[in-house]
């Protein structure tokens, strides 16, 4: 039996063509997200939520991708007529002991193997014997939605109280977004297409980054670690007592453990660069149903060279502002857009070029302040990891849930064998910001 041919087809978006063509063996475009519970969750009233909160609500969840036969041919989103909910969800028995360990080891793994292509591109796993609980994996690729709109989609799934239920959506969650004004948009175009020709024609800067070990060829082998949570309320104390922000402070803490890292390993750098992703969607404002990117990169420089903790959080506020308060989200969109509607090589070789001067991504994400319940049973834990674009080796996400903060990573293995030593140290350094 074959397809119909009378299943519909959108254009996709290009700035979500632009995150599907950045796929690489080595770094797969996908967000990986992991829900831990202390007891056992009904996976059938999961599937339940899943259909009436995801599916029917966002369509491309229920939509498969269409390349063009063409070398720089449409991308469509299509209506997947043998669209089955149960293709999607799996379960696994987590290997002995069943630890934190043995969890990571299984997302690191998933992490380098591909979404299936012939159909909708997002799986949960139920992995069954973690502790006295289980947890489920969710993988989404990020051209159906970026990092914060993925989160705040996922995070609908739970509840405030245990007999939530299957809620209807809010009233206004499938309207969409209002558009920016035609002026606005073209004016990002025209900047995202200068830069986008200045990337192409003049070779990438080979700044402090090029020698250190966070640079050089990927594999496909992942590694990712997590810290251990520590409550919130102590970093936004610190946040404010540096008239900062707590995303500076952990930005500072993880600073402070790379620059230990990189010295230990024979790289001593005064800094490097980083990617910070700048959300251009309204916080205020509901995921539209047809979802998508709507994001920036900002280039963010790291201050290694910089001793005094105090010193360095101030010194990475102003930096952190100066990128708020630039253009610099808005031209990376413009610049985004305009690479999804090239061919696949030159877009390859825009992505290449425009991350050969980072050497991580670093996203922070806020999740609910209160506990929250899926299918009736209490989360304990939620931890993420977003993709990797282009060359770069490493993701570190900061993420907060029920007034505790952690920060995990995501490392390319042959590069990086050990984030636990990063982690480690970025344990220290954030319990000496709080101590002082």
């Known amino acids: 039996m074959t397809r119909t041919s009378t299943a519909r087809r959108r254009r996709m978006p290009a700035a979500d ?15 990986n997200m992991v829900v831990s519970f202390g007891g056992m969750v009904d996976w059938e009233s999961v599937k339940k939520l899943c259909r009436e909160r995801l599916v029917e609500r966002y369509p491309r969840f229920s939509r498969r991708v269409v390349e063009s036969r063409l070398p720089s041919g449409p991308v469509a989103w299509e209506d997947d007529s043998y669209f089955d909910l149960e293709r999607h969800f799996h379960r696994l028995a987590l290997r002995e002991p069943g630890d934190q360990a043995a ?22 796993y139920l992995v069954e014997g973690y502790g006295v609980g289980c947890a489920i994996i969710a993988r989404v690729h990020h ?38 004004s035609d002026r606005e948009q073209l004016g990002d175009l025209i900047r995202g297409a200068r830069t986008f020709t200045q990337a192409l024609v003049r070779p ?23 810290t251990r949570p520590v409550g ?39 800094e490097i660069h980083v990617s910070v992703p700048i959300n251009l969607r309204p916080l205020s404002e509901p995921i539209p149903r047809e979802m998508g990117n709507r994001f920036g990169l900002g280039l963010l420089t790291l201050p290694l060279g910089l001793g005094d903790p105090h010193q360095r959080l101030a010194e990475i506020h102003d930096r952190m502002v100066k990128i708020k308060h630039s253009p610099e989200g808005a031209v990376s969109y413009g610049t985004l857009r305009i690479a999804g509607m090239m061919p696949l090589t030159v877009e390859r070789a825009f992505t290449d070029a425009n991350t050969a001067t980072a050497s991580a991504v670093i996203t922070n994400v806020t999740g609910p302040p209160h506990p929250v ?10 931890l993420a990891w977003a993709p990797k674009p282009g060359s770069l080796s490493m993701c570190a996400m900061i993420f907060s849930y029920n007034g505790e903060i952690s920060v995990s990573l995501a490392v390319d293995a042959g590069l990086i064998p050990d984030p636990e030593r990063i982690l480690a140290r970025v344990e220290d350094e954030l319990q000496e910001q709080l101590d002082a």
Not at 242 to 262: H, P
């Open 17 to 31: 063509v632009a995150w599907l063509h950045m796929d690489r063996r080595t770094n797969l475009m996908v967000v």
């Open 204 to 226: 990438p800067v080979a700044g402090s980054d090029a020698g250190t070990v966070l640079k050089g060829r990927l594999g496909v082998a992942q590694r990712v670690a997590t």
């Open 103 to 124: 969890l990571l080891e299984l997302v690191a793994d998933l992490m380098a193997t591909p979404l299936d292509r012939s159909r909708p591109l997002w799986d949960m």
């Open 232 to 270: 919130l309320a102590a970093v936004k104390r610190t946040a404010h007592a540096a008239d900062a922000t707590v995303n500076d402070v952990m930005l500072g803490v993880v600073t402070g453990a790379l620059s230990s890292y990189l010295r230990e390993r024979g790289s001593r750098v005064d």
């Open 373 to 382: 319940y899926l299918a009736g049973t209490p989360v304990r834990e939620i």
């Open 143 to 180: 051209c159906i939605g970026d990092g914060i709109a993925l989160s705040r989609v996922m995070l609908s799934l739970t509840d405030d109280a245990p007999d939530g239920g299957v809620a209807p959506a809010h009233p206004s969650a499938n309207a969409s977004v209002p558009t920016r």
